[in-house]
């Protein structure tokens, strides 16, 4: 993990222990069972996808990812999710203080993904969404589970930065 000095005046925050390890398996084993249970959907372009397609498989870039949306599989894991992001949003409009009335800064998805080992998208890129979260101003990522070092990352391109 790269130690806070590392990521000043990047804007990229890292917040440890978000969700406490009991909850991360719950949610972990509840996104189990819904997948295994489950009819899936194929991936679709964003522009006919709505939050309303419970489950999803990138079959783009020959990408093996697995998501859910989980509002609509677990109420629950939603609102551990969201409360967990709040508290992060929170602590990180304290510290970029121009954000403070931002109405922008509410997620009403959250998508669950499950990426295999060396699984993942290997070519550098943007996130792209439908024009209702457009104006977007921050993007959050929860990791659920812990990995030995250098077994997964979100690497960002311009800021030389590799967060693990």
């Known amino acids: 993990m ?11 925050e890292v917040y440890e222990n978000a969700l406490d ?19 899936k959907i194929i991936n679709v372009p964003n522009e006919s996808k709505t939050a309303t397609d419970v489950i ?9 990812d697995q998501s859910l949306f989980a509002e609509n599989y677990s109420p629950e894991a939603y609102v551990s999710i969201s409360k967990a ?6 602590q990180y409009v304290e510290k970029y203080a121009a954000l403070k009335g931002y109405k922008g800064l509410v997620s009403n998805t959250v998508k669950i ?7 993942g998208f290997h070519a550098w890129h943007f996130e792209a969404n439908p024009k209702q979260h457009c104006d977007r101003a921050v993007v959050w990522t929860l990791y659920l589970n812990t990995l030995p070092e250098r077994e997964a990352e979100t690497e960002f391109l311009y800021q030389g930065i590799k967060v693990t």
């Open 2 to 12: 790269l130690g806070p000095s590392r990521l000043d005046n990047t804007f990229i």
């Open 21 to 39: 390890e009991n909850t991360c398996n719950l949610i972990i084993n509840e996104f189990n069972q819904m997948w295994d249970a489950s009819a």
């Open 56 to 64: 999803e498989v990138n079959e783009f870039s020959n990408r093996t």
């Open 85 to 90: 992001v709040e508290n992060c949003m929170n």
């Open 113 to 119: 993904q499950k990426t295999p080992i060396q699984g």
